[in-house]
């Protein structure tokens, strides 16, 4: 049974929302504004958010930027924005998953079961390499003189996945699943801006990647040898 924070406006789809969730498991606090929605999460063990963009008090992305400065909850966006940059601004700001209205209820318990066993599978793992370490229990990246690297929540979820991969390659269609969600295989775009962003962040020549390693055509691998 996971425990899920579900903060929409609309009362009508909230309730019915929440009543279908219930009846498929789940432990469902609700709220109606972002207000609301900060007070529960400081006051409640909340496993998954379930956050609407469009409240009445604040906007989603700015619940979804207080919110990351005291947890790191999985949060899944429900929003009625379709425009890529919509989606973008909210993973840049902290979600980890991004789900466009009209959805289906199944559509989001799958979002909902990665969300969970992607939390589940973290562990206190260090991997270092000749310039920098990820910490995958503290999720952070310091370089070799002690500076730590700022990495956006999705730019994490990218080099996460693949130092997790201890190695081996990771296709597209499973890297883009595993970060953006159920849906989001065939978006290879938005791989390449992020693992862009990631070597001008971490490698020594980003033209000429040490660390992450294209295979053209089918994905992307973490070299920690850095050969």
């Known amino acids: 049974m996971t425990t899920l924070l579900l903060v929409e406006d609309d009362e009508g789809l909230r309730k019915a929302l929440a009543l279908t969730l219930r009846a498929r498991g789940h432990q469902v606090a609700e709220a109606g504004t972002g207000a609301q929605a900060l007070d529960l999460l400081g006051r409640k063990r909340v496993e998954v958010v379930i956050l609407d963009l469009g409240l009445p008090d604040l906007d989603g992305t700015e619940v979804l930027r207080r919110l990351r400065t005291t947890s790191e909850v999985p949060v899944i966006v429900l929003s009625a924005r379709r425009d890529e940059i ?4 909210a993973l840049d700001a ?9 959805f289906g209820v199944d559509e989001l318990l799958a979002r909902v079961r990665a969300a969970v066993r992607r939390t589940s599978n973290r562990e206190g793992r260090v991997v ?3 310039d920098f370490t990820v910490d995958l229990g503290r999720k952070q990246v310091v370089r070799v003189d002690g500076a730590p690297v700022h990495l956006t929540p999705t730019e994490w979820g990218v080099l996460e996945t693949l130092v997790r991969a201890d190695g081996l390659l990771v296709a597209t269609a499973d890297l883009l699943s595993e970060v953006w969600g159920p849906g989001y295989e065939s978006q290879g775009n938005y791989l390449r801006v992020y693992v862009g962003q990631l070597r001008r962040k971490l490698e020594p020549d980003p033209a000429h990647p040490r660390y992450l390693i294209t295979s053209a055509g089918m994905g992307y691998r973490f070299d920690v040898s850095g050969a």
């Open 86 to 89: 919509d989606k973008v601004r």
């Open 94 to 102: 902290g979600a980890d998953d991004y789900v466009s209205k009209p």
């Open 128 to 130: 270092r390499t000749d």
